[in-house]
């Protein structure tokens, strides 16, 4: 289980990116981060792993402390924490198979990394993720040469490969189209079922995470203003993250009575939700 | 015609430079101008005119020395080319050992400490790039004596801070997604090094290399100039001889062997990116 408690970020150019920030989430649970641009999603979920170091409050993930943590404790911490990103963030000169072992560079030493001397069962397990993620035919492929759906899949190979205790997804779709973002987040949400994994997906497609996932947070301006279940998110609701909005709107002849509407915000709503 | 109308109506007016702007401008100009005609004034007065006028007879006479080479003479210059081309390429070779370390404690995204060790990368940058080859070369000969290893060493000197400079710009300008997700993993320094980092610049790498190799066969032909081996050597006694047919024979050796390291750069170069 992760717990967050009163977890505070200022940047050195004063913007409170989190204001004490507690949050809950259970083993197996999959919960969606929502909000609007720079509210503090992307900055909640690197301070969990520590790639942004955070101000104060604390992180417990599964009783160890992440906060209080060297650098080698915490090396070893992050060995238990999968992420995922937006932009893929795979080493795009390396192949499919480099960046799926590199999930693994945690448990190599140095040079065995360096000469890719990778253990036999690292490697039997890569080779099976890739195929769960329906890329077995790629391994040898440059990161670069696959699409953005394919990219995408390799770094959900990557970052389970970890074999991870929690997962950090940040907008795992919003580089992507409808169809393979709906794709990726089954995808997503599957296999965090299949191995009982809690994960928390920052997340901009509003109608997307009410679709697959099991609890939505709203983050306002680093604090939390929603928490509960997909279906109690309604317009009332979206309104206080977001702002104002005519919500129900979801074709063109009903947006088009406030047309000071952010276009983005609408459209991405599909109309069969 | 725009401004003339805007002149007159209350229509907000927009120029792309201030008044005072524009007239600084035009006053810069206009000392450019003027001390441009000084300078060519201070030139003319101290030329004697009379070699000028003189220079196209003389320079058609050393024509008709020099020509046609003297290809006999080839024989004798195989071995200062080899040893030429050997200056080059061991030097550059020796300054890369130097200058890779050198860029990643000049690169502020990597250097142990900004406020300390990398200003000193960066003295040991401009020192190198400060004094040309051919100065080391003059330095070395004194310390170490004539011949090429004093050539090869001040090749690799000069060479270190041309490298080292390139090669930190290219570390400063890599995508940072990739160095988070393998910090993410839970990858030691020297994991993020090897599997963040040095991907992302092989292809400047490689580049500034062969392009530093080419910029040394150039520079390494005249390092017997000044007593530091190589071809330059036989191409300072056949000046001092006056033998033309010898000096145009080297001249055109060194050009087709440029050539051949400007399109092997280029081959090299190609085959990388």
Redesign the interface.
């Known amino acids: 289980m992760l717990k967050i408690t009163a977890l505070s970020k200022r940047y050195k150019t004063g913007d409170d990116a989190l204001k004490a920030v507690s949050l809950e989430v259970p083993d197996g649970q999959v919960l969606g981060l929502i909000g609007p641009s720079g509210a503090g999603k992307s900055t909640l979920i690197r301070c969990v792993?520590r790639?942004v170091e955070p101000t104060s409050g604390s992180i417990d993930l599964n009783g160890a402390q992440l906060q209080k943590m060297g650098s080698r404790k915490l090396?070893?911490?992050?060995?238990k924490?999968?992420?995922i990103?937006q932009?893929y963030?795979?080493?795009?000169?390396?192949s499919v198979m480099e960046n799926v072992l590199?999930?693994?560079?945690?448990?190599v030493g140095?040079w065995k990394?360096?000469f890719r001397k990778f253990p036999q069962s690292d490697i039997d397990e890569a080779f099976r993720l890739l195929e769960r993620v329906g890329l077995d035919h790629m391994v040898n492929k440059r990161a670069d040469e696959l699409s953005g759906g394919q990219r995408q899949r390799v770094?959900i190979a990557?970052a389970l490969i970890?074999n991870p205790e929690l997962l950090?997804v940040d907008e795992p779709t919003a580089s992507l189209d409808p169809k393979t973002s709906r794709q990726i987040m089954r995808l997503i949400c599957e296999l965090c079922e299949e191995r009982g994994l809690s994960a928390i997906i920052n997340i901009h497609d509003v109608a997307l995470a009410k679709l697959f996932v099991q609890r939505i947070v709203g983050l306002q301006a680093g604090e939390v203003v929603f928490d509960g279940a997909p279906e109690s998110l309604d317009s009332s609701v979206l309104t206080q993250i977001y702002g104002e909005e005519d919500w129900e709107a979801t074709s063109k002849d009903k947006a088009s009575e406030n047309e000071e509407a952010d276009p983005d915000d609408v459209n991405v709503e599909p109309s069969n939700v | 015609m725009m401004s003339s109308n805007a002149a007159t109506s209350d229509k907000p007016v927009w120029q792309h430079r201030t008044t005072g702007k524009q007239l600084a401008i035009w006053f810069a100009w206009l000392v450019f101008v003027a001390v441009f005609v000084a300078c060519w004034m201070f030139i003319s007065n101290r030329t004697e005119w009379y070699f000028v006028y003189d220079a196209p007879r003389i320079a058609a006479d050393i024509w008709g020395r020099a020509t046609p080479p003297r290809w006999p003479y080839l024989d004798k210059i195989w071995k200062p080319l080899w040893d030429t081309l050997n200056v080059a390429t061991i030097g550059t070779a020796l300054s890369l050992v130097f200058a890779v370390p050198i860029a990643f404690l000049a690169a502020r995204n990597t250097t142990p400490s900004a406020t300390l060790i990398r200003p000193i990368a960066l003295l040991f940058i401009v020192t190198s790039r400060s004094i040309n080859s051919l100065i080391w070369a003059l330095l070395l000969v004194a310390i170490i004596g004539p011949g090429i290893l004093a050539g090869t060493i001040a090749i690799a000197l000069r060479s270190i801070g041309f490298v080292a400079k390139l090669l930190y710009e290219a570390i400063e300008e890599i995508n940072l997604d990739q160095v988070e997700a393998i910090t993410a993993t839970g990858a030691s320094r020297w994991q993020i090094m090897s599997y963040g980092i040095v991907p992302q610049i092989m292809p400047a790498f490689a580049g500034i290399t062969v392009f530093r190799w080419d910029i040394n066969i150039r520079e390494s032909t005249v390092l017997g100039l000044v007593g530091a081996g190589g071809i330059g050597l036989q191409l300072q006694g056949s000046l001092n001889t006056l033998a033309w047919p010898q000096v145009s024979l080297i001249l055109l050796v060194i050009f087709i062997a440029v050539v051949i390291s400007e399109w092997i750069s280029a081959m090299v170069r190609r085959a990388i990116i």
């Open positions: 792993n790639l090396r070893k911490s992050r060995r924490i999968g992420m990103f932009e963030a795979l080493v795009e000169r390396l590199s999930g693994r560079l945690g448990y140095f990394s360096l770094g990557r970890q950090l």
